[in-house]
């Protein structure tokens, strides 16, 4: 089994000839389903708490908050799935783009100036670029910019390198930030795991210097790991590609995603999972998550057919770009309270609920018209 998976593997991987396939309804879903969380999502669950604020509304305010440092709730995996989400649909793109007659060049081409922009809005959403102020920008410290790291090893392994080559790589990444860690002289000493105390964050702070975020997340030596988390999405578009039966392909990404719970959890122990460093043993434990749920997406909606409750998220996933970023750079609370503030006076507690509800739909109400209207922002 594990030879025909290899092989189907292979063929699948990004080629001129290449198989062409549909488009996977399932992968623009599980794109909205972790957009909804980032623009607006946690703010309405949160809110349930101050209605009716018990053990379970607690919980949940308690998931949709990043862990303080080791350990994971369920909010950490939205930007490690944004990443795999874009692994996921690269051997997609690329395949169609080759068919078509496109260059490998022609795709360097198209991966740099897609980096580029990444780069730039990045910048714009969290680095202070439009503060114009020189002196006050972060040039490395935003999801968008993980994603461009993430997205430019992915191209190049997918790129110039066979299935098993980018395996070894991958891999190699992640022992190489491991090593790192675990070597690096830092002013306090070698292989420390503390929030301002990491060979991570001291790489970040003596290239970033002054341009350094100020927070205790990493970015230099965790884009080694971006590139972990991005290939993880890339192999599972290859289990998607392959050539194996629907329910076969849920099967092997069931048990790719439950093999990297497992590895990630003995990883733990000598690598901790971490999510503002991306360390190794992270990106196995977030990744075993996203992969899980690739296969359940992929099975309700593209197996089994159940595709209409979909349509709200993939709405948002087919403009992901457009809603990341308006929601980060204009106050939708403010545009939906014009509409909605009078109504403070008659819903007590109810009013957070009702007021972020109204910032995610004002958002929605753009991206159905763009959806509608076949508006869709590629980069």
């Known amino acids: 089994m594990t030879n025909n998976i290899s092989a189907s593997l292979e063929k699948s991987r990004i080629t001129n000839q290449s198989p062409t396939a549909g488009r996977v309804l399932s992968i623009d879903a599980l794109r909205g389903f972790d957009m909804f969380w980032i623009v607006g999502g946690e703010g309405i669950f949160r809110s349930l708490d101050m209605i009716f604020h018990n053990a379970a509304t607690r919980f949940i305010c308690t998931q949709l908050d990043h862990v303080d440092w080791l350990g994971f709730h369920f909010y950490d995996i939205i930007m490690p799935l944004f990443l795999f989400i874009v692994g996921v649909s690269i051997p997609y793109s690329y395949s169609k783009r080759l068919v078509q007659g496109s ?6 081409k198209h991966a740099l100036k897609r980096i580029i922009i990444l780069w730039i809005l990045g910048m714009a959403v969290q680095g202070n670029l439009l503060s114009y102020s020189f002196s006050t920008y972060h040039f490395y410290c935003n999801t968008l910019q993980a994603i461009a790291a993430g997205y430019f090893i992915a191209t190049l392994l997918v790129l110039h390198f066979k299935v098993i080559s980018q395996i070894i790589i991958t891999i190699a990444l992640s022992l190489c930030f491991w090593i790192v860690m675990a070597t690096l002289p830092t002013p306090t000493g070698t292989g420390v795991y503390e929030p301002l105390n990491n060979a991570a964050l001291f790489i970040d702070k003596l290239l970033l210097g002054a341009h350094q975020d100020g927070t205790y997340y990493s970015w230099i030596l965790s884009s080694l790991n971006f590139g972990f988390t991005t290939m993880l999405g890339v192999f599972s578009g290859y289990i998607l590609r392959s050539g194996f039966k629907d329910i076969k392909k849920v099967l092997i990404l069931t048990i790719f995603g439950i093999t990297c719970f497992v590895l990630s959890l003995f990883w733990d122990l000598v690598h901790p999972i971490i999510k503002h460093i991306w360390t190794g ?29 979909s349509k709200f998220f993939v709405i948002i996933g087919a403009n992901a770009i457009v809603a990341y970023v308006a929601w980060h750079l204009f106050d939708f609370k403010s545009i939906s309270e014009i509409f909605i503030y009078g109504l403070k006076q008659y819903t007590g507690n109810w009013y957070d609920l009702l007021s972020n509800s109204g910032s995610f739909f004002t958002l929605f109400l753009l991206l159905w018209y763009m959806n509608k209207n076949k508006i869709f922002v590629k980069i």
């Open 103 to 108: 260059t490998k060049k022609e795709l360097w």
């Open 281 to 309: 043993s992270f990106v196995l434990y977030a990744g075993s998550f996203s992969i899980l749920l690739l296969a359940f997406f992929y099975l309700i909606i593209d197996v089994l057919k159940f595709k209409q409750w």
